[in-house]
């Protein structure tokens, strides 16, 4: 124990990033993987000669090979190169989504928060309305009735994700109101809207970090989800879930075909849940301890 | 007259009963006049101040008069008339320095930020006079501590740029909540020299919130002594600390450490202050007075002139 106390001492001016890394060898497995998927659909046009949306019928479903790494799909598109391209979807919308999520939530919630009253009873109520559904059958209620395609499925996913950040900001705003520098602020004659933005929100955000990096492997998930039941990305783009959803009805025949994007999801998801521990135990180190 | 308070009185709603924190209060403050309000915790000083500026909690209740700032009266006023007289016409101080400025954001861009609100500069001038209002405040290296943040200033530095930021619109008043309790002594003697000095170079009167009657005695011109959320005594300070009439400020005085020797013990008012929830029907000190009288227990004495030719020195006792 006291080993310990005077090592945290003595490495305190070391990097505190390689110093989390190593004291935190998931997370630094989760941002290794990450980086290589980010890389790999960044090149995508480098590393593969094939283009993820091109027909070759002839190819049809042929197995993992040199030519086609995770072998090719029912009109014989290399499922290798639509992975790669897939991820660029996947991460970003999920990305996308989440980020568009937490930024509107965590304003919401410190509205709420901050002016309480009438204003906080109609918000919370509603935060409470969309929470009391499960989250994937609101998400494709949503994404089914303003119709099935990518833009709408990630607006349902952002609507089932905006609660969580809109009740943490506003717990974060409710303690940070009665701080003594927030109502000194309002004695300096600072206004609401500026106190909010200036003064409680960047003393809210980090706990809306860890949730903003926890929720990407979930949002990517879903974004899959949806896509897989047909209520995201359409074909033929190249996204993970639509892959796995027509795949998965030529699993016993093509065991490929299915079984690559969603090895390729796994592992993002994977990569981003372990990064968003890490991040908490960072921002947060009180959990989990 | 810029601040006239008239038979003031604020309720806080609490699951036992209604917490009658101020009960009929009624003073004045001249421009330009420093004015010290004392009282031992509890007594409502507090409560005042935040009334004034509009910032009660909201199971605060204000069940009577009124707070005339300038002839206006606030308590009428809406919320974005509140809003715009808080900074700009009425400035605060409080008693904790260490957390009253934003925890993450440059004493420099603090200043900026409040000036820009009060004189309407460009960010660049705003900074520019954020930084000669630290030196106004006596900070020697203003261009160093502006871009500092709050943690790396020691309490002392931390109250000037409190004070320079409720000095920033300049404000008429200024109300300084226990400004120095939390400060070591030399520090607290400098912070009070700079608002006497602030407030003779600008004429601004200050509203000086204290349990410490030595520091009335250097600051203030007149004195209110506060008890239980009522005035019990008010007048110039010379009268008041030298004459007291109401047994509580003569209690006061008489628990003052005595400086000369600092091993005598500290005379402590025997007794605790009433329950704000049940305000006895008669004198509010008269569960603590050694002087009371079978009338203080039924009937609530007035605040009145001392003397009959002296309209300056108030006592609400009825020994006198
Ligand atoms: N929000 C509130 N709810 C209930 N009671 C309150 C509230 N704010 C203040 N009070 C009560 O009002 C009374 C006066 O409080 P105030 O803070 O004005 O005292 P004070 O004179 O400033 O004391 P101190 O010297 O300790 O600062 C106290 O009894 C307090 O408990
Ligand atoms: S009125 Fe009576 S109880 Fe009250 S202070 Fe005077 S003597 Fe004491
Ligand atoms: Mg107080």
Known sequence: MSAEVHTSTVTRTVNPFWYTCRKNPLMLAGIVVLVIILLLSLFAPLISSYEPTKINIKDRFAPPSAEHWFGTDEVGRDIFTRILYGARLSLGVGVAVVL??????????????????????????????????????LAMAVAATLGPNLQNAMLAIAIIKIPVYVRLARAETLSLREKLYVKAAVTFGIKPWRIITRHIIPNAISPVIIQVTLD???????????????????????????????????????WWYPTFPGFALFLASCAFNLIGDGVRDILDPKANR | ??????????????????????????????KGEIVGIVGESGSGKSVTALTILGLLEKNASITSGSILYKGRDVLVMDKREQQALRGKEIGMVFQEPMTALHPTMKIGDQLAEVIKRHRKLPHKEAYQAGIKSLAEVHIHDPELVARKYPFELSGGMRQRVVIALAMAAPPDLLIADEPTTALDVTIQYEILKLMEELSANRGTSIMFITHDLGV???????????????????????????????????????????????????LAIPGESPDLRRRPAGCVFASRCAQALPLCQEERPGLEPVQQQNESHYAACWVR
């Open chain 1, 100 to 137: 568009g999520a937490g930024l509107i939530g965590t304003v919401i919630g410190s509205i709420s928060g901050y002016f309480g009253g009438r204003i906080d009873q109609i918000i919370m109520r509603l935060m409470d309305m969309i929470l009391a559904f499960p989250s994937l059958v």
């Open chain 1, 216 to 254: 990407i492997g979930d949002a990517i998930l879903l974004v899959a989800t949806l896509g897989f039941l047909g209520l995201g990305a359409q074909p033929p783009t190249p996204e993970w879930g639509a892959m796995i959803s027509v795949g998965w009805k030529h699993l016993l025949d093509y």
């Open chain 2, 1 to 30: 007259m810029l601040l006239d308070i008239k038979e003031l009185s604020v309720e806080f709603a609490s699951m036992q009963g209604n917490v009658k924190a101020l009960q009929n209060i009624s003073f004045s403050i001249e």
């Open chain 2, 216 to 266: 009335v005695a250097q600051m203030c011109k007149r004195v209110i002594v506060m008890y239980a959320g009522e005035i019990v005594e008010q007048g110039e300070t010379h009268q008041v600390l030298q004459h007291p009439v109401h047994p509580y400020t003569r209690a006061l005085i008489g628990a003052l450490p005595d400086l000369a020797d600092p091993d005598e013990p500290l």
